[in-house]
């Protein structure tokens, strides 16, 4: 997957991101069940995660965050904006 | 003394509620090493000094919105059957995933108690909790447990008895021993809302300030309780308009 591929209104994305890379949460650009399911597993503005396996075409992205490794869908990724660190 | 007790076992899927719950009550629930194993709500019974106890074991979940059905069965539980006590069972070597769960407990204004279970396997990561730094953090008991080995049973068993039996004389049916402080704005609304609902009779079983924080977030559940209580009141409308 090439650097900056889908992009969130020019924003970075977190499924753009390879596996090693570390980042942080900038914005979290969804609502309802998605969201505060993602708020209860620690997804806030400001936490740093780190990618840990990426599979590019096929579901899932693996993350790590706050010590646990969670799976994320690409198009929830997708709408995870974050900073490369 | 011949007393009986209900107390609800909750907690995020995965922390080991069920064989906290095998490990009280002596019965042999199905457990699997995977979440979301417990779907409905499952009862059994125990007795501790003479008095007996009815062990409600809720489904996991990582919070008490009104998304899920797991959810929505959890805090239906909590707040129609009232238990005198619900137990979080926490698992020690993921804390901060856990801690949300515990202040939406408290938000919710049941008396809580904390099981962390699963002490031997955060050892193993290297986490060591400061239990009674713990305790007084947070103003709740804890009992550090190893469910699946069923060490620290008498102690919480202990702590479960002492925490009913205070609670004997609660006349309200909800505490108010915490508050999640939202800043002056978004406090400022709910003390508005929680006057309105305040007079409507109906809802006076239920803890106000959590209706008013639920119905901020959209809480469908309470959304849908407030309205049919027919209460399409012009405040509420208005104090959401301007917030």
């Given at each position: 997957?090439?650097?900056?591929?889908?992009?969130?209104?020019?924003k970075?994305?977190?499924?753009?991101l390879?596996?090693?890379?570390?980042?942080?949460?900038?914005?979290?650009?969804?609502?309802?069940?998605?969201?505060?399911?993602?708020?209860?597993?620690?997804?806030?503005?400001?936490?740093?995660?780190?990618?840990?396996?990426?599979?590019?075409?096929?579901?899932?992205?693996?993350?790590?965050i706050?010590?646990?490794?969670?799976s994320?869908?690409?198009?929830?990724?997708?709408?995870l904006?974050?900073?490369?660190? | 003394?011949?007393?009986?007790?209900?107390?609800?076992?909750?907690?995020q899927?995965?922390?080991?509620?069920?064989?906290?719950?095998?490990a009280?009550?002596?019965?042999r629930?199905?457990?699997?090493?995977?979440?979301?194993v417990?779907?409905?709500?499952?009862?059994?019974?125990?007795?501790?000094?003479?008095?007996?106890?009815?062990?409600?074991?809720?489904?996991?979940?990582?919070?008490?919105?009104a998304?899920?059905?797991?959810?929505r069965?959890?805090?239906?539980?909590?707040?129609?059957?009232?238990?005198?006590?619900?137990v979080?069972?926490?698992?020690?070597?993921n804390?901060?995933?856990?801690?949300?769960?515990?202040?939406?407990?408290?938000e919710?204004?049941?008396?809580v108690?904390?099981?962390?279970?699963?002490?031997?396997v955060?050892?193993a990561?290297?986490?060591?909790?400061?239990?009674?730094?713990?305790e007084?953090?947070?103003?709740?008991?804890?009992?550090?447990?190893?469910?699946?080995?069923s060490?620290?049973i008498?102690?919480?068993?202990?702590?479960?008895?002492?925490?009913?039996?205070?609670?004997l004389?609660?006349?309200i049916?909800?505490?108010?021993?915490?508050?999640?402080?939202y800043?002056?704005?978004?406090?400022?609304?709910?003390e508005?809302i929680?006057?309105?609902?305040?007079q409507?009779?109906?809802?006076?079983?239920?803890?106000?300030?959590?209706?008013?924080?639920?119905?901020?977030?959209?809480?469908?559940?309470?959304?849908q309780?407030?309205n049919?209580?027919k209460?399409?009141?012009?405040?509420?409308?208005?104090?959401?308009?301007?917030?």
């Open positions: 997957m090439q650097r900056g591929g889908s992009q969130v209104e020019n970075l994305s977190l499924d753009c390879k596996p090693g890379e570390r980042s942080i949460i900038k914005e979290i650009i969804m609502n309802g069940s998605l969201s505060q399911r993602l708020l209860d597993m620690g997804f806030l503005r400001g936490t740093e995660l780190e990618i840990i396996r990426n599979a590019p075409f096929a579901d899932p992205i693996e993350v790590k706050r010590g646990s490794h969670v994320l869908r690409h198009s929830e990724a997708k709408l904006v974050v900073e490369r660190l | 003394m011949n007393l009986k007790f209900t107390i609800a076992l909750t907690g899927p995965n922390a080991g509620k069920s064989t906290l719950f095998n009280l009550t002596g019965s629930q199905f457990i699997a090493n995977y979440p979301g417990t779907v409905e709500k499952k009862t059994g019974v125990y007795k501790y000094q003479d008095d007996k106890y009815t062990v409600i074991d809720l489904p996991g979940t990582y919070s008490l919105t998304y899920s059905l797991e959810e069965v959890a805090r239906a539980v909590i707040l129609e059957e009232k238990p005198q006590l619900v979080h069972v926490m698992d020690a070597s804390l901060s995933r856990s801690l949300s769960f515990t202040f939406q407990l408290m919710l204004g049941c008396p108690l904390i099981a962390l279970n699963m002490i031997d955060a050892k990561r290297g986490i060591e909790i400061d239990v009674e730094a713990f007084s953090k947070l103003g709740l008991k804890v009992a550090p447990v190893i469910a699946n080995k060490k620290g008498d102690m919480l068993k202990q702590f479960i008895a002492n925490a009913c039996n205070a609670n004389n609660r006349t049916a909800f505490s108010e021993h915490m508050k999640v402080d800043g002056p704005q978004v406090e400022a609304v709910i508005q929680e006057k309105t609902l305040s409507m009779e109906e809802l006076q079983t239920l803890p106000l300030r959590w209706l008013a924080v639920k119905f901020l977030e959209n809480d469908n559940e309470v959304e309780l407030i049919g209580k209460i399409k009141n012009p405040i509420l409308a208005k104090e959401l308009g301007d917030s």
